[in-house]
């Protein structure tokens, strides 16, 4: 029903920049809150950066003034500026989305749904 695809990954060095993206398409009524995970290998998941239909924005600490966080409504997508990269930084970023879609007829119901995840390494 919805799709989430995530492209912008790769190999960069440290203090270098990446900027992902999100594009969700499918049966979507309306984008509501959007953000970023990442995870580590042996790491749980951890929260990077949301921001909300009226774009406000929240950033875990250890990216505050180094990542970015941006969605561009009427492409249905989300980006993720990342600069000033760290080796810590490296992990399988995940973007989130939550979208209203039409159920059925005038029902309506609030999803999430998730990216497929898109390595991000950080390397001399």
């Known amino acids: 029903q919805v799709q989430l695809v995530e492209s912008g990954g790769g190999l960069v060095q440290p203090g270098g920049s990446l900027r992902l993206s999100c594009a969700a398409s499918g049966s979507i009524l309306s984008i509501n809150a959007m953000g970023w995970y990442r995870q580590a290998p042996g790491k749980e998941r951890e929260l990077v950066a949301t921001i909300t239909s009226g774009s406000s924005t929240n950033y875990a600490d250890s990216v505050k003034g180094r990542f970015a966080i941006s969605r561009d409504n009427a492409k249905n997508t989300v980006y993720l500026q990342m600069n000033n990269l760290k080796p810590e930084d490296t992990a399988v970023y995940y973007c989130?989305?939550?979208?209203?879609?039409?159920?059925?007829?005038?029902?309506?119901?609030?999803?999430?749904?998730w990216g497929q995840g898109t390595q991000v390494t950080v390397s001399s």
């Open positions: 989130n989305v939550e979208v209203t879609v039409v159920v059925v007829s005038t029902i309506s119901s609030r999803r999430n749904f």
